[in-house]
């Protein structure tokens, strides 16, 4: 299948781009004149999008958590109370239409890091992972490309307390049985699995290891103050040191967030991915991470979803910087786009988000003539654009999206009575 894109993205825009595809992979790029049988994609085409890091589930607590202030503690307990109420078919639906916003908004790949995976009270399903399993079927409906992050979370906290309350259905006892448990799990043509350690609050240093071995690794790092004071107090020592003394960090590996962290944490991360989560680290009044100073390799993902918007996050990369250091230009748009594209593929263990030969052929289609693009350099236009300027969407050679419409109907009804229901058990 051939695609002939108005303006295709190849380190900028370019004229008349096609890009050839066979199963799924792309074998071909080119300009070129439109041919009899291209399927034409107007505006600039992007190749696709990647979200490195998302919870589908916390989909449900958007505009729900801001009337007493509060801090992430208290929004914590929020989650919590949505996580107590969801089974597979309730987690299904939820993640299904959280997923179908994604790929409106042109996300192609999801990093889904995944932790409720038992019953509500640490009861196990017949099958171990109902809920994983939950997650796979929803991004196949959804039509998107899906990672699942099984997240191992073993421990309350850095002093070894055990689960408890919510918590219990995070948990699978010990590494080992965690591992048992991840050892089932298959890739399919739209999906790999890798591997999380939920922090170091919620496993043990000496279980660091086991999970320092899968080729894609994810954790969430040093989001808040009190997880580097508490660490300093147990380990003396930092996260970030904590986890390179594992052997965690390193190629494969994927830190999330690390907003807090010192010069020696920046050396020690300089072979790792960073996935910057802007919408939801200003959300929960995390702070601005020091994105500009990491040397290894930046992606996005919007986390919580407080917003599901890749251009959105793309420019708070930027934007985040400017009030950093009062200085404008801190990340060209190319970066920008890098950042939402291919470094989120490779941290999620996939080949994509370029136009090459060998990688995925993933498009997406951005509107130039918007009210909020009229006007822009399309070489800029990773500062303008936004979700509602998506058109079209192509994963894995397969049209999801088309003129704005996603196969599966009004997404936004589906999100409303999926999520309704959910207070409305929360609630009682």
Same mark, same amino acid.
């Given at each position: 299948?051939?695609?002939?894109?108005?303006?295709?993205?190849?380190?900028?825009?370019?004229?008349?781009?096609?890009?050839?595809?066979?199963?799924?992979? !792309?074998?071909?790029?080119?300009?070129?004149?439109?041919?009899?049988?291209?399927?034409?994609?107007?505006?600039?085409? %992007?190749?696709?999008?990647?979200?490195?890091?998302?919870?589908?589930?916390?989909?449900?607590?958007?505009?729900?958590?801001?009337?007493?202030?509060?801090?992430?503690?208290?929004?914590?307990?929020?989650?919590?109370?949505?996580? @107590?109420?969801?089974?597979?078919?309730?987690?299904?639906?939820?993640?299904?239409?959280? $997923?179908?916003?994604?790929?409106? =908004?042109?996300?192609?790949?999801?990093?889904?890091?995944?932790?409720?995976?038992?019953?509500?009270?640490?009861?196990?399903?017949?099958?171990?992972?109902?809920?994983?399993?939950?997650?796979?079927?929803?991004?196949?409906?959804?039509?998107?490309?899906? #990672?699942?992050?099984?997240?191992?979370?073993?421990?309350?906290?850095?002093?070894g307390r055990p689960l408890e309350g919510p918590q219990l259905r995070f948990g699978?006892?010990?590494?080992?049985?965690?591992?048992?448990?991840?050892?089932?799990?298959?890739?399919?043509?739209?999906?790999?699995?890798?591997?999380?350690?939920?922090?170091?609050?919620?496993?043990?240093?000496?279980?660091?290891?086991?999970? +320092?071995?899968?080729?894609?690794?994810?954790?969430? %790092?040093?989001?808040?103050?009190?997880?580097?004071?508490?660490?300093? =107090?147990?380990?003396?020592?930092?996260?970030?040191?904590?986890?390179?003394?594992?052997?965690?960090?390193?190629?494969? @590996?994927?830190?999330?967030?690390?907003?807090?962290?010192?010069?020696?944490?920046?050396?020690?991360? +300089?072979?790792?991915?960073?996935?910057?989560?802007?919408?939801?680290?200003?959300?929960?009044?995390?702070? !601005?991470?020091?994105?500009?100073?990491?040397?290894?390799?930046?992606?996005?993902?919007?986390?919580?979803?407080?917003?599901?918007? /890749? $251009?959105?996050?793309?420019?708070?990369?930027?934007?985040?910087?400017?009030?950093?250091?009062?200085?404008?230009?801190?990340?060209? /748009? #190319?970066?920008?786009? #890098?950042? +939402?594209?291919?470094?989120?593929?490779?941290? %999620?263990?996939?080949?994509?988000?370029?136009?090459?030969?060998? +990688?995925?052929?993933?498009?997406?289609?951005?509107? %130039?003539?918007?009210?909020?693009?009229?006007? =822009?350099? /399309?070489?800029?236009?990773?500062?303008?654009?936004? =979700?509602?300027?998506?058109?079209?969407?192509?994963?894995?050679?397969?049209?999801?999206?088309?003129?704005?419409?996603?196969?599966?109907?009004?997404?936004?009804?589906?999100?409303?009575?999926? !999520?309704?229901?959910?207070?409305?058990?929360?609630?009682?």
């Amino acid at each position: 299948m051939t695609w002939w894109c108005e303006l295709g993205w190849l380190d900028g825009p370019v004229a008349g781009l096609r890009v050839t595809a066979v199963e799924g992979l !792309i074998t071909e790029v080119a300009p070129g004149v439109r041919q009899p049988g291209d399927e034409v994609l107007q505006g600039l085409v %992007l190749p696709g999008l990647a979200n490195a890091h998302s919870h589908a589930f916390h989909r449900a607590l958007r505009g729900r958590t801001h009337a007493d202030g509060g801090s992430f503690w208290t929004w914590r307990e929020s989650m919590y109370r949505v996580a @107590a109420v969801l089974d597979p078919d309730r987690y299904l639906r939820l993640a299904r239409a959280a $997923f179908a916003e994604m790929v409106l =908004a042109g996300y192609t790949v999801v990093g889904e890091f995944h932790y409720l995976h038992h019953g509500p009270d640490g009861s196990r399903y017949d099958d171990p992972n109902a809920m994983g399993h939950a997650l796979v079927q929803a991004a196949s409906d959804a039509g998107v490309r899906l #990672t699942l992050l099984d997240a191992c979370y073993l421990q309350g906290g850095l002093d070894g307390r055990p689960l408890e309350g919510p918590q219990l259905r995070f948990g699978d006892g010990d590494v080992d049985a965690w591992s048992s448990r991840t050892a089932d799990l298959e890739d399919g043509s739209l999906l790999r699995h890798g591997a999380a350690a939920h922090s170091v609050r919620a496993v043990a240093r000496a279980d660091l290891p086991t999970l +320092a071995a899968h080729p894609t690794r994810h954790v969430h %790092l040093s989001e808040q103050p009190a997880e580097n004071a508490d660490c300093l =107090a147990v380990h003396g020592m930092t996260p970030t040191q904590l986890l390179d003394e594992a052997g965690f960090l390193g190629a494969g @590996a994927c830190v999330v967030h690390a907003t807090h962290v010192t010069d020696d944490d920046l050396s020690r991360l +300089a072979t790792s991915s960073v996935c910057m989560c802007p919408t939801t680290e200003r959300d929960l009044a995390d702070g !601005i991470g020091r994105v500009r100073a990491h040397r290894g390799q930046v992606c996005l993902g919007s986390d919580q979803h407080a917003v599901v918007d /890749p $251009f959105e996050e793309a420019r708070g990369l930027e934007m985040d910087e400017r009030l950093r250091s009062l200085q404008r230009g801190r990340f060209t /748009p #190319t970066e920008l786009v #890098t950042a +939402a594209t291919s470094a989120g593929y490779a941290a %999620l263990g996939w080949d994509g988000g370029s136009f090459r030969a060998g +990688a995925v052929a993933d498009l997406v289609a951005v509107r %130039l003539d918007s009210p909020r693009t009229a006007g =822009a350099d /399309p070489a800029q236009l990773v500062l303008a654009a936004s =979700a509602a300027d998506v058109t079209d969407v192509v994963v894995g050679g397969r049209q999801v999206v088309r003129a704005g419409r996603h196969g599966l109907g009004d997404v936004g009804r589906e999100l409303a009575d999926v !999520i309704a229901e959910c207070w409305s058990h929360a609630d009682r």
